[in-house]
C-alpha cells in the first residue's frame, strides 16, 4: 500500500475543479494538456460562486423582503440564508485550500517521509487505507449525487410547467440569485444564470470535497502513526539492551507526529471554524424553510439540509477519530513492562506518560474542540434557533 493511493479521490476532487494536484517532494507533476481551459473554467467558476454570495442577498432584498405577511417574510429569509451558507461555504473552501495550498504540501512531504515500508508488521497500512478510501468514497459519491439533483431539478420543474396546460413558467434557476440580466421568460437569460450556477456548484463541491478529503487523509495517516506507536511500546522489552534508544526513537516519533497534527491544526484553524458557522446556521434557517415553504421548495431545502448534517458530521467524526487514536499511547506506555527497566528507561517513559496524559485533539482557534460532542452541540443550538424563528407569526 503507497502512500499516494490515498489521494485517489482527493486527485479527483481537484480535476473536477480544474486546478493542479497536490504535490511533494517524490510525487511528479501531472501533466496537463489544456492549462488554458481548466484556468479559465477555475476563474470563472470562482467568480460565478462568489458572486451568488451577493446576488443573493440582492435578490433577497429586493423580493424576499417585500412580503405581505410575517410568515411569508420568516420563509423568504430562512431559503436565502439556506442558499447563502450553500454557497458561502463553496467559496470558503476554494479560499482556504488555495492559500493554505504550500502549507498542506509541506506537511504532507513530512507525512510521506514518515510513511512505512509496505512489510513493516508495526503497521496496519490496509486497515486505515481502507477506512479512508471508504470514507472518502462515500462523500464523493453522495455530494456529486447532490449536485446532479442540484443542477437538473429546476430543469424538470420548467419542462413540466411548460407541458401542463394553463401553468405559468416561473423560471426557477438552482437558488434564487439576482442577475443584472432578465431571466424570467427569457430563454437565453434562464440558460446563462442556469449554466453560471451549475459551474459555481462544480467548484464549491470540488473544493468542498477536496477540503473533507484532506482531513480524512492527514486523519488516517496521524491514527496509522498513533496506533504503530502504541504497538511498538506493547513490545518494548525494558529487559532488552537496545531498549532505552528504542524507547528514545518512539518519544521523538511521538512528539513528531504531535508537531504535525498542531501544524494542520493552525492550517485548518479557519476551516473548522467555517464548518461549524456555515452548518449551525444552515441547519436551523433550512429546517424553517422546509416547513413553511411549498412542496417542491421543501424538497430542494432537504436535499442541503442533508448535505449540511452529512458535512458537518463527517469533520466532527474525523475530529474524534483522532482523538482517540492519540490516546492510546498513554495506556500503551503504561502497560509496558517498565518496572523491569533501569532508571533511565523509566524516566524516559515517564516523559512520554506525562506528554501523553491528555488525548490531542482539533480545535477551532482553541476554542470548541473539533468533535462528535461538538457536532451535537451545534444541532441542539440550530433546533434552538429553528423553535425560535418558527415561533415568528
Known sequence: MEFEDYFKYFDSSLRLAMIPRFKWSQRSAEEDLYPTFRRAFFLLGSFCLAYQCIGVIIDWSIYGRKAADTQSFVAEISEATGALMLVAVGFFNICVLSNRRPEIEILLTDLREL??????????????????????????????????????????????????????MRYKTQINTWYPWNVYGSAIGY???HFATLIASIEGVAFSLGTHNIISIITYQLKLHFDAISNQLLKLDSRHPGANQELRRLIAYHSHVIQIAND????????????????????????????????????KCINGLIAFIVYNFVICFLGTEFTLASGKVLPAAFYNNWYEGDLAYRRMLLILMMRATKPYMWRTYKLAPVSITTYMATLKFSYQMFTCVRSLK
Open 115 to 168: 510513511y512505512p515500508r509496505p512489510r513493516d508488521r508495526n503497521y496496519r497500512q490496509q486497515y486505515y487505507f481502507q477506512m479512508a478510501n471508504g470514507l472518502m468514497k462515500f462523500e464523493f459519491i453522495y455530494f456529486w449525487m447532490f449536485t446532479m439533483y442540484y443542477n437538473i431539478a429546476p430543469l424538470v420543474v420548467m419542462m413540466y410547467e411548460y407541458q401542463m396546460d394553463g401553468m405559468e
Open 264 to 299: 494542520f491544526n493552525e492550517i485548518m484553524n479557519f476551516s473548522f471554524l467555517g464548518g461549524l458557522f456555515f452548518s449551525t446556521t444552515a441547519l436551523c434557517m433550512t429546517s424553517v424553510a422546509i416547513v413553511l415553504l411549498d412542496l417542491q421548495s421543501a424538497i
Open 191 to 193: 440558460g446563462v444564470g
